[in-house]
């Protein structure tokens, strides 16, 4: 392989210029020309494709979103989409892809094989950490922390005015960010999509707080809970509790997306991005670079878009364990 192109798609993340920084110079090292595309698919559609150097990399490793822009494209979905897509690929002489994203990203370059055969390989671009194949994503660390640090900030208010915090965190299939920012914050409860935790057992850890004289509490919620979002299981806890509790609903959006990256991220970020590169080079294809156990792992990408990855049964015990 002698020309090769990296892209961004999907929701942003911080690390991944850290990412799209490792994929470039990695492949200035193995003397192969390296393009960006910018804004994903679309991108890729319209011939936005440019030449890519070491010195285009300068001084991103620590900036959050993407120098290449993302995008979600509707017309990549379709055959003709994908045709011009692969024309200008042709056009520049681009032989495989890296792919920095997420499930829909990857989806796309599957597709895009079996009808064009262009190789590709992904790095896990997502703050959700929802990604079969690799023990975290990148930008998950980070949005942890920052999630993290708005919970510090708002429970010194609820503590202040004895009030109950119900934070809502990003999270529409996956539980991972508000479990891992809970049990850092020491949050009372946190409800994540993949496990029902009924109103009734929210009230009756609020009651059981009441009775040891606990004026204040933090509940993490993921946006995707299956009792509702923030604002939704505030209301129903009312209803319950009576209107003299004094409630308050903080959604934190997309603050958890930007921001500059942690040195974990930057580390996660670079280290997938040249296994992307490297597994390109070597014949991979329609795989994603993960770390598993601190290993290098190439996982194939439709295991990676059909396979659940659960949340740790130990972290889920140890929210119900650190809140009494």
């Not at 620590?62 to 995008?71: E, Y």
């Not at 009441?210 to 509940?219: D, E, L, T």
């Not at 993490?220 to 505030?234: Q, W």
Request: hydrophobic share 40%; charged share 20%; proline share 3%.
């Amino acid at each position: 392989m002698k020309r090769l192109a990296v892209f961004t798609s999907g929701g942003d993340a911080p690390g991944m210029n850290a990412c799209i920084r490792a994929v470039v110079r990695g492949a200035v090292y193995h003397g192969v020309e390296v393009f960006g595309i910018r804004r994903g698919y679309n991108g890729m559609i319209n011939g936005d494709i440019f030449p890519m150097t070491s010195h285009s990399v300068s001084n991103i490793v620590q900036r959050g979103g993407t120098i290449l822009k993302s995008a979600r494209s509707k017309e990549f979905m379709t055959p003709e989409g994908r045709k011009k897509a692969h024309d200008q690929l042709l056009k520049h002489g681009i032989e495989g892809l890296v792919a920095i994203g997420g499930n829909g990203t990857f989806t796309g370059a599957l597709k895009f094989f079996e009808e064009y055969q262009i190789p590709t390989v992904g790095a896990p671009g997502t703050i959700d950490n929802d990604l079969y194949g690799t023990d975290y994503t990148i930008g998950f660390d980070t949005a942890v922390n920052t999630a993290l640090e708005a919970i510090d900030k708002i429970r010194d208010t609820a503590d202040s005015h004895d009030r109950i915090f119900f934070i809502e965190v990003m999270g529409r299939d996956s539980g991972y960010i508000a479990i891992q920012s809970g049990i850092a914050g020491g949050a009372e409860m946190v409800m994540v999509p993949e496990v029902l935790t009924p109103i009734s057992e929210v009230v009756e850890t609020l009651k059981q707080g009441w009775s040891r004289s606990k004026s204040s509490s933090i509940i993490v919620v993921a946006e995707g809970d299956e009792e509702g979002n923030a604002a939704e299981v505030a209301e129903k806890i009312r209803t319950q509790v009576g209107v003299d509790v004094d409630m308050r609903v903080t959604t934190l959006g997309h603050i958890q997306r930007g921001g500059i990256p942690t040195a974990y991220d930057r580390i996660l970020a670079s280290r997938l991005g040249l296994g992307a590169l490297e597994g390109l080079l070597n014949g991979e294809k329609n795989v994603m670079a993960g770390v598993v156990n601190n290993e290098l792992l190439y996982t194939p990408f439709i295991d990676t878009i059909k396979l659940p990855k659960p949340i740790n049964e130990d972290l889920l015990r140890m929210v119900r364990i650190l809140s009494v």
